[in-house]
Protein backbone atom coordinates (compact mmCIF):
# COMPACT_ATOMS: atom_id res chain seq x y z
CA UNK A 1 0.00 0.00 0.00
CA UNK A 2 1.03 3.40 -1.10
CA UNK A 3 0.98 6.20 1.91
CA UNK A 4 0.91 9.67 2.19
CA UNK A 5 1.75 11.01 5.61
CA UNK A 6 1.31 14.58 6.60
CA UNK A 7 2.98 15.73 9.64
CA UNK A 8 1.37 18.21 12.79
CA UNK A 9 2.07 21.49 12.94
CA UNK A 10 5.16 20.17 15.81
CA UNK A 11 6.37 20.18 11.96
CA UNK A 12 8.53 16.84 10.58
CA UNK A 13 9.85 15.59 13.46
CA UNK A 14 11.55 12.27 14.34
CA UNK A 15 8.05 11.19 15.73
CA UNK A 16 6.52 11.60 12.19
CA UNK A 17 9.78 9.11 10.71
CA UNK A 18 8.84 7.01 13.71
CA UNK A 19 5.36 6.35 12.40
CA UNK A 20 6.24 5.87 8.98
CA UNK A 21 9.28 3.56 9.84
CA UNK A 22 6.33 1.27 11.48
CA UNK A 23 3.91 1.42 8.30
CA UNK A 24 7.02 0.58 6.26
CA UNK A 25 7.93 -2.48 8.75
CA UNK A 26 4.60 -3.90 7.71
CA UNK A 27 5.26 -4.04 4.18
CA UNK A 28 3.71 -0.68 3.43
CA UNK A 29 5.22 1.94 0.92
CA UNK A 30 5.36 5.50 2.66
CA UNK A 31 6.64 9.05 1.56
CA UNK A 32 6.44 11.55 4.29
CA UNK A 33 6.66 15.11 2.66
CA UNK A 34 7.69 18.01 4.42
CA UNK A 35 5.09 21.29 4.18
CA UNK A 36 6.75 23.43 6.63
CA UNK A 37 10.26 23.06 4.86
CA UNK A 38 12.90 22.02 7.39
CA UNK A 39 11.13 23.94 10.04
CA UNK A 40 9.91 22.54 13.28
CA UNK A 41 8.43 23.85 16.30
CA UNK A 42 8.38 22.89 20.70
CA UNK A 43 5.31 24.07 21.09
CA UNK A 44 1.64 23.25 18.85
CA UNK A 45 0.88 27.81 19.29
CA UNK A 46 4.36 28.21 17.58
CA UNK A 47 3.54 25.45 14.83
CA UNK A 48 -0.18 26.91 14.24
CA UNK A 49 0.83 30.60 14.23
CA UNK A 50 3.66 29.37 11.29
CA UNK A 51 0.73 27.48 9.41
CA UNK A 52 -1.04 30.61 9.71
CA UNK A 53 1.41 32.43 8.23
CA UNK A 54 1.78 30.19 5.13
CA UNK A 55 -1.36 29.83 4.78
CA UNK A 56 -3.59 27.00 3.99
CA UNK A 57 -3.57 27.64 0.37
CA UNK A 58 -0.01 27.50 -0.03
CA UNK A 59 0.52 24.50 2.36
CA UNK A 60 -2.46 22.88 0.53
CA UNK A 61 -0.59 23.84 -2.94
CA UNK A 62 2.48 21.74 -1.40
CA UNK A 63 1.12 18.71 -0.08
CA UNK A 64 -0.83 18.63 -3.94
CA UNK A 65 2.85 18.73 -5.25
CA UNK A 66 4.10 16.12 -3.13
CA UNK A 67 1.33 13.92 -3.55
CA UNK A 68 1.10 14.63 -7.39
CA UNK A 69 3.78 12.18 -8.57
CA UNK A 70 2.14 9.06 -6.59
CA UNK A 71 -1.81 9.59 -7.32
CA UNK A 72 -2.27 7.85 -10.07
CA UNK A 73 -1.15 4.52 -8.25
CA UNK A 74 -3.94 5.14 -5.58
CA UNK A 75 -2.54 6.44 -2.26
CA UNK A 76 -3.97 6.10 1.13
CA UNK A 77 -3.25 9.44 2.96
CA UNK A 78 -2.55 9.37 6.29
CA UNK A 79 -1.83 12.62 8.50
CA UNK A 80 -1.31 13.44 12.50
CA UNK A 81 -3.57 16.52 13.50
CA UNK A 82 -2.83 19.12 11.27
CA UNK A 83 -1.74 17.04 8.72
CA UNK A 84 -4.88 14.51 9.08
CA UNK A 85 -6.90 17.60 7.83
CA UNK A 86 -4.22 17.76 4.73
CA UNK A 87 -4.68 14.27 4.54
CA UNK A 88 -8.51 14.74 4.58
CA UNK A 89 -8.99 17.49 1.47
CA UNK A 90 -6.30 15.66 -0.86
CA UNK A 91 -8.43 12.08 -0.24
CA UNK A 92 -11.85 14.13 -0.70
CA UNK A 93 -10.65 15.50 -4.15
CA UNK A 94 -8.59 12.22 -5.37
CA UNK A 95 -10.71 9.82 -7.38
CA UNK A 96 -8.03 6.88 -6.90
CA UNK A 97 -7.59 7.16 -3.37
CA UNK A 98 -7.64 4.11 -1.99
CA UNK A 99 -8.36 5.07 2.31
CA UNK A 100 -8.00 7.55 4.49
CA UNK A 101 -5.98 7.50 7.99
CA UNK A 102 -6.23 9.92 10.19
CA UNK A 103 -4.70 10.71 13.75
CA UNK A 104 -5.48 13.04 16.28
CA UNK A 105 -7.07 15.58 13.74
CA UNK A 106 -10.21 16.23 10.93
CA UNK A 107 -11.13 19.03 8.58
CA UNK A 108 -14.70 20.68 7.20
CA UNK A 109 -16.30 19.00 4.40
CA UNK A 110 -17.53 21.18 2.31
CA UNK A 111 -21.68 20.27 1.32
CA UNK A 112 -21.54 18.87 -1.96
CA UNK A 113 -18.60 16.41 -1.44
CA UNK A 114 -19.15 13.03 -2.72
CA UNK A 115 -16.85 10.00 -2.35
CA UNK A 116 -17.27 6.57 -3.51
CA UNK A 117 -17.39 4.74 -0.08
CA UNK A 118 -13.79 5.83 0.73
CA UNK A 119 -12.39 3.62 3.74
CA UNK A 120 -11.83 6.16 6.32
CA UNK A 121 -10.63 5.72 10.33
CA UNK A 122 -9.93 8.29 12.64
CA UNK A 123 -8.22 7.82 15.82
CA UNK A 124 -9.13 10.22 18.41
CA UNK A 125 -8.50 11.40 22.21
CA UNK A 126 -11.54 11.39 24.26
CA UNK A 127 -11.75 14.47 25.25
CA UNK A 128 -10.12 16.41 22.56
CA UNK A 129 -9.39 20.11 22.93
CA UNK A 130 -9.02 20.11 18.73
CA UNK A 131 -11.86 17.54 18.24
CA UNK A 132 -14.57 18.19 20.64
CA UNK A 133 -17.40 15.94 20.78
CA UNK A 134 -19.91 18.10 18.21
CA UNK A 135 -17.47 18.56 16.07
CA UNK A 136 -16.33 15.28 15.90
CA UNK A 137 -20.63 13.90 16.12
CA UNK A 138 -20.73 16.52 13.10
CA UNK A 139 -17.64 15.53 10.84
CA UNK A 140 -18.99 11.78 11.19
CA UNK A 141 -22.21 12.83 9.56
CA UNK A 142 -20.94 14.60 7.06
CA UNK A 143 -18.52 12.11 6.20
CA UNK A 144 -21.28 9.43 6.01
CA UNK A 145 -23.81 11.75 3.78
CA UNK A 146 -20.46 11.71 1.07
CA UNK A 147 -20.38 8.40 1.11
CA UNK A 148 -17.46 7.45 3.54
CA UNK A 149 -16.85 4.29 5.22
CA UNK A 150 -16.25 5.81 8.29
CA UNK A 151 -14.82 4.04 11.71
CA UNK A 152 -14.02 6.20 14.50
CA UNK A 153 -12.03 4.99 17.47
CA UNK A 154 -11.56 6.85 20.56
CA UNK A 155 -9.54 6.79 23.61
CA UNK A 156 -10.26 8.23 26.91
CA UNK A 157 -8.16 10.25 28.51
CA UNK A 158 -5.48 10.36 26.67
CA UNK A 159 -3.66 13.60 25.14
CA UNK A 160 -4.29 15.47 21.82
CA UNK A 161 -1.06 13.82 20.30
CA UNK A 162 -1.36 10.87 22.16
CA UNK A 163 0.86 8.46 19.48
CA UNK A 164 4.13 10.97 19.61
CA UNK A 165 6.49 9.77 22.24
CA UNK A 166 8.32 13.14 22.60
CA UNK A 167 5.31 15.14 23.72
CA UNK A 168 4.08 15.27 27.52
CA UNK A 169 0.36 13.96 25.28
CA UNK A 170 2.26 10.49 24.89
CA UNK A 171 0.04 7.28 25.81
CA UNK A 172 1.59 4.22 25.32
CA UNK A 173 -1.26 1.94 25.28
CA UNK A 174 -3.56 4.16 23.72
CA UNK A 175 -0.73 4.65 20.81
CA UNK A 176 -0.35 0.53 20.67
CA UNK A 177 -3.95 -0.09 20.44
CA UNK A 178 -4.04 2.81 17.68
CA UNK A 179 -1.17 0.95 15.36
CA UNK A 180 -2.19 -1.83 15.96
CA UNK A 181 -5.96 -1.01 14.85
CA UNK A 182 -4.57 1.56 12.09
CA UNK A 183 -2.53 -1.32 10.57
CA UNK A 184 -5.24 -4.14 10.37
CA UNK A 185 -7.42 -1.19 8.20
CA UNK A 186 -4.58 -0.69 6.02
CA UNK A 187 -3.92 -4.68 5.67
CA UNK A 188 -7.61 -4.51 4.79
CA UNK A 189 -7.70 -1.93 1.90
Same mark, same amino acid.
Given at each position: ?????? @????????????????????? @?? !?? *?????????????????????????????????????????????????????? *??? @???? &??????????????????? $?? !? !?????????? &???????? @?????????????????????????????????? =???????????????????? $?? =?
Amino acid at each position: MDIMLF @HSTYGLRPAVHAAADRLRAAG @HE !VE *VPDLFEGRTFGTAEEGMAFRDEVGRDELLRRAVLAAARFSDRGLVYAGLSFGGS *VAQ @HLAM &ADTKARGLLLLHGTADIAE $DT !V !VDELPVQLHV &ADPDPFEP @HDWLTAWYLRMRKAGADVEVHSYAGAGHLFTDPD =LPDWDPEAAEQTWRTALGFL $DS =L
